[in-house]
């Protein structure tokens, strides 16, 4: 299954030739905070107001060699993948860049235009 992580643009960089992703993400939480594609619109709105240039990774979860907990800690009702490890580089799919309007409100990039917003 695919599933999104958000992230600044800078931080992807130092990243990106890394065999695993996230040591820096896991320095402040325990997981590595995801959205499945169809929720992320719920999402990124946290994302409005960031100056900084984002991309996405998309991320297959069926090639991460760690656990991935669908978790509801906002007690939504609504689940959410968190990931407890560093991502393979090789499970992700795609490096998309995050996309916004003139308000700052994200805009679905098309190649995640096949996935219906639930």
């Known amino acids: ?6 992230m600044k643009q800078k931080l992807w960089e130092t ?7 996230g040591k820096p993400l896991l320095e402040q939480n325990p997981f ?18 960031e100056q900084e240039n984002l ?4 991320i297959e979860t069926e090639e991460l060699d760690v656990t991935v907990k669908w978790e509801d800690l906002e007690g939504c009702g609504r689940t959410y993948p968190h990931i407890y490890g ?15 309007a003139e308000d ?4 679905k ?3 995640l235009q096949y996935v219906e917003n639930q």
Do not use: Q, T
């Open 32 to 49: 590595i905070h995801c959205s499945d594609l169809k929720y992320f619109w719920r999402v990124s709105p946290h994302f409005d107001n």
């Open 15 to 21: 990243m990106k030739n890394e065999p695993y992703i």
């Open 86 to 100: 560093l991502i393979r580089a090789e499970a992700i799919k795609a490096v998309l860049p995050y996309l916004k």
């Open 1 to 6: 299954m695919l599933i999104l992580h958000c």
């Open 104 to 107: 700052g409100s994200w805009v």
């Open 55 to 58: 991309v996405l990774l998309v």
């Open 109 to 111: 990039n098309v190649e």
